[in-house]
């Protein structure tokens, strides 16, 4: 691809980037001086908390930008053509805090920071003019700054870290499971940039919320928060926000994913406002009593739904795809992979070694329905490291010690609590 004449760079440039306010000779300086780099598509620009060798400006493609955290989703930002990169960074000599990358094939142009700073010497006014834009450039980056710090703070008491475990097992149900999950997370976004909700229904007590974590962290979206809401407690207004005075969790989210948890116990005047946004993407702000509705507006979250059966009034749009998630008691042949599983997560919790089931012990768990599904057989494990005492067996009365009726009243008992939270 061949650089564009100086003249047309010094056109693109005045109409498209921040440089538009630069008198025509200064911006003829910097546009004479520029090198074409073209990135392909997923290849990295550059790594946070490096020093930048040079100022970037993205002529055609897409990259985004992210910072990786430890304790909350990365905040990623998509850098259209017209965005220039670096500047800061490189008029006050430091590393940039930003990965970037592309998400397309993208051609750039470059000046090396080495002339950036001979530019600036060979003309006076064009160093004043660069402060004033690094001036504005820093009051906006505090003004997104505060606006971050609100959103981390809204979605906060809501967000899922991330997933707690995969899904475990050889059978026919575990492999089609996985393939369901790998289906949803390769998923693309339509051309309007909007990825089809999906409907995770089953018995409670099957971990159903963290299959929509392994969707979520396992797709592109990853880098975008993922929030869990309960049905049963939401409302509207928290939802959706009030006009302009209360942002709302959609509007805070931007196009990061919302899990609906439980959407059987959504409340009746909520169906169809979520119905509607499953369908378009809108959805209207609350109004207070007697005030006109204000403007629709469109939402960007990739909507994740969790059920304890199949949910027509929900999945009658045909964007909606839907996961069924098998009980335990027709996994069988995945009761010793999964019962191992979780022997070695809990005996890793507890800092000990890991005991071997007994061949008793595991024909009595595989004997036995769990009405309460992996919930259900996840204590009973815990239960059974607890009283092993660092024994290196695991025995069928550690598992079963209070007798099978006792063991029947629990299970009633963890069925009743998994009715509260059924994921």
Same mark, same amino acid.
């Given at each position: 691809?061949?650089?564009?004449?100086?003249?047309?760079?010094?056109?693109?440039?005045?109409?498209?980037?921040?440089? !538009?306010?630069?008198? @025509? $000779? #200064?911006?003829?300086?910097? =546009? &004479?001086? *520029?090198? %074409? /780099?073209?990135? +392909?598509?997923?290849?990295?620009?550059?790594?946070?908390?490096?020093?930048?060798?040079?100022?970037?400006?993205?002529?055609?493609?897409?990259?985004?930008?992210?910072?990786?955290?430890?304790?909350?989703?990365?905040?990623?930002?998509?850098?259209?053509?017209?965005?220039?990169?670096?500047?800061?960074?490189?008029?006050?000599?430091?590393?940039?805090?930003?990965?970037?990358?592309?998400?397309?094939?993208?051609?750039?142009?470059?000046?090396?920071?080495?002339?950036?700073?001979?530019?600036?010497?060979?003309?006076?006014?064009?160093?004043?003019?660069?402060? !004033?834009?690094?001036? @504005? $450039? #820093?009051?906006?980056?505090? =003004? &997104?700054? *505060?606006? %971050? /710090?609100?959103? +981390?703070?809204?979605?906060?008491?809501?967000?899922?870290?991330?997933?707690?475990?995969?899904?475990?097992?050889?059978?026919?149900?575990?492999?089609?499971?996985?393939?369901?999950?790998?289906?949803?997370?390769?998923?693309?976004?339509?051309?309007?940039?909007?990825?089809?909700?999906?409907?995770?229904?089953?018995?409670?007590?099957?971990?159903?919320?963290?299959?929509?974590?392994?969707?979520?962290?396992?797709?592109?979206?990853?880098?975008?928060?993922?929030?869990?809401?309960?049905?049963?407690?939401?409302?509207?207004?928290?939802?959706?926000?009030?006009?302009?005075?209360?942002?709302?969790? #959609?509007?805070?989210?931007?196009?990061?994913? *919302?899990?609906?948890?439980?959407? +059987?116990?959504?409340?009746?005047?909520?169906?169809?406002?979520?119905?509607?946004?499953?369908?378009?993407?809108?959805?209207?702000?609350?109004?207070?009593?007697?005030?006109?509705?204000?403007?629709?507006?469109?939402?960007?979250?990739?909507?994740?739904?969790?059920?304890?059966?199949?949910?027509?009034?929900?999945?009658?749009?045909?964007?909606?795809?839907?996961?069924?998630?098998?009980?335990?008691?027709?996994?069988?042949?995945?009761?010793?992979?999964?019962?191992?599983?979780?022997?070695?997560?809990?005996?890793?919790?507890?800092?000990?070694?890991?005991?071997?089931?007994?061949?008793?012990? #595991?024909?009595?768990?595989?004997?036995?329905?769990?009405?309460?599904?992996?919930?259900?057989?996840?204590?009973?494990?815990?239960?059974?490291?607890?009283?092993?005492?660092?024994?290196?067996?695991?025995?069928?009365?550690?598992?079963?010690?209070?007798?099978?009726?006792?063991?029947?009243?629990?299970?009633?008992?963890?069925?009743?609590?998994?009715?509260?939270?059924?994921?």
């Amino acid at each position: 691809m061949t650089l564009q004449p100086v003249a047309e760079r010094v056109s693109w440039l005045r109409a498209n980037t921040i440089f !538009q306010d630069l008198p @025509e $000779e #200064l911006v003829s300086a910097i =546009a &004479q001086c *520029l090198s %074409e /780099q073209i990135l +392909q598509g997923n290849q990295r620009l550059i790594l946070e908390d490096t020093e930048p060798d040079a100022l970037y400006i993205l002529k055609s493609g897409r990259l985004e930008s992210y910072r990786t955290r430890k304790t909350t989703a990365a905040q990623v930002v998509s850098l259209l053509p017209g965005t220039v990169l670096h500047l800061r960074e490189l008029l006050l000599d430091r590393p940039t805090e930003q990965t970037i990358v592309a998400l397309a094939d993208s051609q750039l142009w470059r000046l090396s920071g080495k002339r950036l700073k001979e530019l600036a010497q060979e003309h006076p006014a064009l160093n004043q003019e660069l402060s !004033q834009l690094l001036a @504005e $450039e #820093l009051a906006q980056l505090s =003004a &997104q700054l *505060l606006q %971050e /710090q609100e959103r +981390q703070q809204a979605l906060r008491p809501y967000v899922v870290p991330k997933v707690s475990r995969g899904v475990v097992g050889a059978s026919r149900y575990a492999v089609r499971l996985r393939q369901d999950v790998r289906k949803a997370t390769s998923a693309k976004p339509d051309e309007n940039n909007r990825r089809s909700p999906i409907l995770i229904f089953g018995e409670p007590g099957l971990n159903k919320d963290n299959l929509a974590a392994l969707i979520h962290f396992g797709s592109t979206n990853k880098k975008e928060p993922l929030i869990k809401l309960n049905c049963e407690t939401l409302r509207a207004v928290d939802l959706f926000g009030r006009g302009e005075s209360k942002p709302g969790l #959609l509007d805070w989210i931007q196009s990061g994913t *919302l899990l609906l948890n439980n959407i +059987q116990d959504l409340d009746a005047d909520l169906k169809a406002p979520i119905v509607q946004l499953l369908q378009t993407g809108k959805y209207t702000p609350v109004t207070r009593a007697g005030d006109a509705p204000g403007p629709a507006k469109t939402s960007r979250a990739w909507v994740l739904m969790i059920a304890e059966q199949n949910m027509p009034q929900f999945t009658k749009c045909s964007t909606v795809k839907r996961i069924k998630v098998p009980p335990l008691r027709v996994r069988k042949a995945d009761m010793e992979s999964v019962v191992n599983y979780y022997i070695q997560l809990e005996c890793k919790k507890c800092g000990q070694a890991k005991p071997k089931i007994t061949p008793e012990a #595991l024909r009595r768990l595989q004997s036995y329905n769990f009405p309460g599904n992996l919930r259900e057989l996840e204590g009973l494990v815990e239960r059974a490291i607890a009283q092993s005492e660092s024994s290196r067996r695991l025995t069928e009365e550690l598992f079963w010690a209070e007798g099978q009726n006792s063991s029947s009243v629990q299970s009633d008992q963890r069925l009743q609590s998994l009715s509260q939270v059924s994921s």
